[in-house]
C-alpha cells in the first residue's frame, strides 16, 4: 500500500497507513466485490435462460436480443438519479437498496409468460440496478486516496470476469437438474436461484457498510480522523473545472465511442457466448456451462496481469490497443474455425481476453483527460454512452441470427467494433 504521507504529509505518524488500508480494503472489498458479481450474473444469466426459455415462450433471436438488450435503457435512464440518491440517503441504504430491488425483479423473471412481460422485466432490471457501479466507484472515493484507489478498484472489478467463471457452469447445471421440479423449468429455477441471495446482500448491505469513514464504528477516532484527512488533503489539491467542461471536451466523446465499441464486444459476448458455443456442436447444458467458463477465466487472469503491466509501465495506449486487436482476430478466428470446435473456442477465448482486457484501462485515459469537475461528467459521459453498447450489441446480435439463420455476422460486428476501439485509442493518444 502507498504511504498516506504520499498524500497528506500532515497525516498521524503514529497511525500505520498501510496495515490501516489493508483493514479497510478487507472490511470493504470482498463484500462490494461478491455485490457486483451477484449483481452482473443476474444481469447477464438470461444468456443461459434463453437456451430454455427461447424455445418454451417461442421467442425470436430479435425478441431475445432486444430483451436482453432493453436492461441498459432502463439503466441508463436512471444512473443519474440513482447516484444523486447516493448523496441524499447515503451510499449504505442506497446501495442496499439497489441490490434488493434488483434481486426480487431478477427473481420474478421466473413468471415471464411472453415478449412483453420479458421486455418490462428485463427493463426495470436495468431501472433497479442502475448506479450500483458507479455508486461503488463513488463510495471508493470516500475511504481512498487516488494512490490506492486503482488497485482497489481493479479488484473489484474482476468481479465481471469472475461471474462468468462461476456463472457459467452454475447456471448450466441448475438448469440442467432443476427442470420440472415443482412443476417448473430449469431457466425459472435459474432466475429464482440466482436472484435470491442478491436480496441477502441487500439486507447484509445495512449491517456491513458504514456511509463514510466518520461514521465507522471499527475504526478508532484516530483512524478516522486518518482516512477523512486523506481524502480533503488530495480533493485540495484537485484543480476544478467546470462541469460543462466534461461536455465540451471533444476527447471525452471521442473516448465515449471507444468504450461504446468495447462494451459492445464484452456484452455481446456475455449475452450470446452460450448460443455460440451450442452452436459449435455442444448439446449438455452442464458441457455448455463449463466451455462457456474457459473464455472468461482465461480473461481474468489477462486482465489482472495486463493492468499490472500497463502500471508498471507507466503506458496505456498498447496495452489496450493490441489486446483490442488480438480479440479482434481471436473472434474472426472462430468464424473461420467453426468446423473444428476445440480450435474455435481456443479463438473465442483469445477474442474474450483481448474484449474484456482493453475496457478497465479506458478509465485510466479518462482520468487523464479532465480534472476536477468536468471529470465527473466526462465520466458520466463515456460510461452512459458506452452501457448504451449493451442495449445495440445484444439487439443487432440477434436480428442479424434471425436475418442469416447463423451467428457469425454477429460474431464479426463484435470484432469490427474492438478494430474500431483501437483505432480510437490510437487516435485520442497520438499526442501522448
Known amino acids: 500500500m502507498a504511504k498516506l504521507a504520499d498524500v497528506n504529509p500532515a497525516a498521524d505518524p503514529t497511525i500505520d497507513g498501510a496495515a490501516l488500508y489493508r ?13 457486483y458479481l451477484c449483481a452482473y450474473l443476474d444481469r447477464v444469466n438470461v444468456g443461459f435462460a434463453k437456451l430454455q426459455m427461447a424455445q418454451d415462450l417461442a ?11 432493453i436492461f441498459f435503457i432502463g439503466y441508463f435512464l436512471f444512473e443519474v ?13 442506497c446501495l442496499a437498496r439497489i441490490m434488493i430491488l434488483w434481486g426480487l425483479i431478477s427473481t420474478a423473471m421466473s413468471l415471464v409468460e411472453d415478449a412483453r412481460s420479458f421486455y418490462i422485466l428485463r427493463f426495470l432490471l436495468g431501472v433497479a440496478e442502475a448506479g450500483f457501479f458507479p455508486g461503488v466507484i463513488l463510495y471508493l472515493t ?37 427442470h420440472g421440479r415443482a412443476a417448473m423449468d430449469g431457466w425459472q429455477w ?43 488533503a488530495e480533493q485540495s489539491s484537485v484543480p476544478h473545472h467546470g462541469l460543462l467542461a466534461g461536455f465540451r471536451t471533444p476527447a471525452v466523446w471521442g473516448l465515449a465511442l471507444v468504450y461504446f465499441s468495447f462494451v459492445l464486444g464484452l456484452y455481446g459476448l456475455n449475452f450470446w457466448l452460450p448460443t455460440m458455443v451450442k452452436d459449435l456442436g455442444y448439446t449438455d447444458l452442464v458441457e455448455i456451462g463449463l466451455i462457456s467458463a474457459i473464455p472468461f477465466g482465461a480473461a481474468g487472469v489477462v486482465m489482472v496481469l495486463v493492468a499490472r503491466s500497463a502500471d508498471l509501465r507507466n503506458e496505456r495506449r498498447w496495452h489496450m490497443v493490441i ?5 479482434a482476430t481471436g473472434l474472426v478466428g472462430s468464424v473461420c474455425l467453426a468446423d473444428h470446435p476445440v480450435w474455435a473456442i481456443a479463438a ?52 442479424l441470427k434471425d436475418l442469416t439463420g447463423t451467428i457469425e455476422p454477429g460474431v464479426l460486428v463484435i470484432a469490427l467494433f474492438q478494430g474500431l476501439g483501437a483505432a480510437g485509442v490510437i487516435a485520442l493518444t497520438k499526442k501522448s
Do not use: K
Not at 472489498?29 to 461478491?34: A, G, I
Not at 462461476?166 to 447445471?173: D, E, I, Q, R
Not at 489486446?323 to 480479440?327: F, I, M, S, Y
Not at 483481448?354 to 478497465?360: R, Y
Open 81 to 93: 438519479p440513482s447516484n444523486l440518491l447516493l448523496h441524499r440517503i447515503g451510499a449504505r441504504r
Open 142 to 178: 470516500y475511504w481512498f486516496p487516488a494512490a490506492l484507489r486503482g488497485r482497489v478498484t481493479a479488484l473489484f472489478a474482476t468481479a465481471v470476469a469472475v461471474s462468468s467463471v462461476v456463472g457459467a457452469p452454475l447456471s448450466g447445471a441448475i438448469m440442467a437438474h432443476f
Open 348 to 399: 473465442l477465448t483469445l477474442g474474450t481476453c483481448g474484449v474484456l482486457t482493453a475496457i478497465p484501462l479506458t478509465w485510466s485515459i479518462a482520468t487523464a483527460l479532465v480534472g476536477g469537475s468536468a471529470a465527473a461528467a466526462g465520466i458520466a459521459i463515456i460510461n452512459s454512452v458506452g452501457n448504451l453498447a449493451g442495449f445495440v450489441g445484444p439487439y443487432a446480435i440477434g436480428w
Open 323 to 327: 489486446p483490442a486487436l488480438l480479440g
Open 190 to 232: 435459474l432466475f429464482i436461484m440466482e436472484g435470491l441471495p442478491s436480496v441477502a446482500m441487500g439486507l447484509l448491505a445495512l449491517i456491513v457498510l458504514d456511509d463514510t469513514p466518520a461514521h465507522a464504528r471499527w475504526l478508532t477516532p484516530a483512524e478516522r480522523t486518518f482516512v477523512t484527512q486523506a481524502v480533503a
Open 59 to 69: 421467442f425470436s433471436e430479435t425478441v431475445y436480443g432486444l430483451g436482453a438488450g
Open 23 to 35: 483493514r479497510i480494503v478487507w472490511r470493504l472489498v470482498p463484500f462490494l466485490f461478491l455485490g
